[in-house]
């Protein structure tokens, strides 16, 4: 496994190189998030009494839709609630387009107990504290202790920095596409994450090559090639000493 992390500016770069590149196009990456987030959700929550679908205005949303049409052809009971309408035209507006469920207003957010919320409001792109509707749909969910899956980030995390802008959903588990962001591993962002997959939607490594992303994750394979190999003679007095200057067991 690679250990790039992506900023915002270089997951959109990412996208834009993918596109250019082909052979999908934004709406056909959409698709494939899509797909991955419905596939985790029907595995991880099969038992889900309803699956509350919150939908923002721009791509996290159109992911959103995609994946409250496909859950309601896998037959379960899904309510969709919308921040705003996409863009029209973009890839978000089709998706919306696509998925024919009942639309409802997220100010008017209801979800029961032992429900499902699926968060597609913001994920990676916010870039401000949430308010108005979105922060009151968090303070519902949360309230609620509701599972939440989320798509790419949760929504009032940083992707960045992962500083929780105000207020943020608390998932148990979130789905991010290409690579992490420093968000899911910064704290406080990354005790909100829950378990975070990493779905492949077809960004192939030779686009993350040519970003050549700035932030590594620090996992052993970074830096193990670093340590000096043991001769087959070695013995402890030629690797090295520890010394350690503690008090008693009971001051330590």
Not at 72 to 82: I, K, N, R, S, T
Not at 94 to 122: H, I, K, M, N
Not at 195 to 211: M, P, S, T, Y
Request: net charge negative.
């Amino acid at each position: 496994m690679r250990n790039e992390l992506l900023s915002t500016a270089e997951m959109a770069e990412a996208d834009r190189l993918a596109i250019a590149a082909g052979p999908l196009d934004g709406y056909g990456l959409m698709q494939r998030a899509g797909e991955a987030v419905a596939t985790l959700v029907l595995a991880r929550h099969p038992g889900a009494k309803r699956a509350h679908v919150l939908c923002g205005p721009g791509n996290n949303g159109g992911d959103g839709y995609v994946v409250a049409r496909l859950l309601a052809e896998a037959g379960v009971d899904v309510a969709l609630w919308a921040l705003g309408e996409p863009r029209p035209g973009s890839d978000a507006a089709l998706a919306a387009a696509a998925c024919t469920l009942e639309r409802r207003p997220l100010s008017a957010l209801t979800p029961e107990d032992g429900s499902l919320v699926v968060d597609a409001l913001f994920g990676a792109g916010l870039s401000k504290p949430l308010s108005g509707d979105a922060k009151a749909a968090v303070d519902i969910v949360t309230g609620m202790n509701l599972p939440v899956v989320a798509i790419d980030l949760p929504s009032g995390v940083s992707a960045d920095s992962g500083e929780v802008l105000g207020s943020a959903f608390l998932a148990v588990l979130t789905v991010t596409f290409a690579r992490k962001k420093p968000g899911h591993l910064l704290l406080p962002g990354r005790e909100r994450c829950g378990e975070i997959v990493l779905a492949d939607i077809g960004i192939r490594d030779e686009i993350i090559d040519e970003i050549a992303p700035r932030t590594l994750e620090n996992r052993p394979g970074l830096w193990i090639a670093n340590f000096p190999t043991p001769a087959v003679d070695a013995h402890k007095y030629k690797r090295g000493h520890t010394s350690v200057f503690s008090g008693g067991p009971l001051a330590t």
